[in-house]
């Protein structure tokens, strides 16, 4: 007859309980050791499975989210960029503006860390149990543009329209056709007042008319964005200044030992 312990441990596998299986002999080990009551051990094996499903579904959302770099809001560089206000920016790691559907709009020259506090509100929000997704904004123009092409726009639209938060990266000067303008505009419209979207631009709204080149629509479409939305404008350095060059190269005294010596050699031979 089979033991119960191998019987047990064929059940764990048999329902795929991962978590329960990576610690399953080292409690029940302990559970004998000390006599720990059903009650007790049930708990701990489920309370793993717990914890590796969660971190799990994390690892999933932080995937599904395909955020370009692994920043975090602890991570930013607050101190060398004295156009962002700390204060604000840890304020929006909580996510009440989430919660309430606000959109963010940040706004910017090129290298000021818009996408950085983007990617890192994106994180924080995978963290606590949302889906979202980064999109450059030409990559997003793309997709719905060819979204057209087999008629699958609607589909697209739905599944963009759950994301929470979006962010949409590097709105700029793009080459853009009426049918993207148009299709872009459905998104947002679907998007209004039910879920967070973040956006980064290097161009105040003014400038968006001539980006969309349609007057009309970018007056609906800044309507809708601009009804629940928190708008930053970041006027501080390029966080991607290079670092200095030395005028000449460091030389430390073991390597002058070294030439000297080989200097030497040279002149004996």
Request: with cysteine; hydrophobic share 40%.
């Amino acid at each position: 007859m089979t033991p119960p312990r191998e019987q047990l441990r064929a059940l764990v596998q048999e329902l795929n309980f991962k978590g329960m299986a990576r610690v399953l002999d080292e409690e029940l080990d302990a559970a004998e050791r000390n006599a720990a009551p059903v009650v007790e051990v049930l708990q701990r094996l489920l309370t793993e499975q717990a914890l590796y499903q969660r971190e799990r579904r994390l690892a999933y959302r932080i995937a599904q989210a395909r955020a370009p770099w692994q920043w975090t809001i602890d991570s930013f560089p607050f101190a060398q960029q004295p156009g962002v206000n700390k204060a604000q920016i840890l304020g929006l790691a909580g996510l009440e503006f989430v919660r309430r559907a606000q959109n963010l709009v940040l706004i910017g020259p090129t290298g000021t860390g818009k996408t950085g506090i983007a990617i890192g509100l994106l994180r924080q929000a995978c963290l606590n149990g949302y889906a979202g997704r980064f999109y450059n904004a030409q990559a997003l123009f793309d997709e719905l543009y060819a979204s057209l092409a087999d008629r699958s726009t609607t589909r697209l639209l739905k599944a963009l329209s759950r994301m929470r938060p979006i962010v949409i990266d590097e709105l700029g000067y793009l080459t853009l056709k009426p049918e993207q303008v148009n299709a872009f505009f459905r998104l947002m419209d679907q998007r209004y007042a039910r879920v967070s979207t973040i956006i980064t631009t290097n161009l105040d709204y003014d400038a968006w008319y001539d980006m969309f080149g349609n007057k009309p629509l970018v007056d609906a479409l800044l309507d809708r964005l601009r009804h629940h939305c928190i708008t930053i404008r970041i006027d501080g350095p390029s966080l991607r200044e290079p670092a200095p060059v030395d005028a000449e190269p460091t030389v430390s005294p073991s390597s002058r030992g070294v030439a000297a010596a080989a200097k030497r050699r040279r002149t004996a031979a």
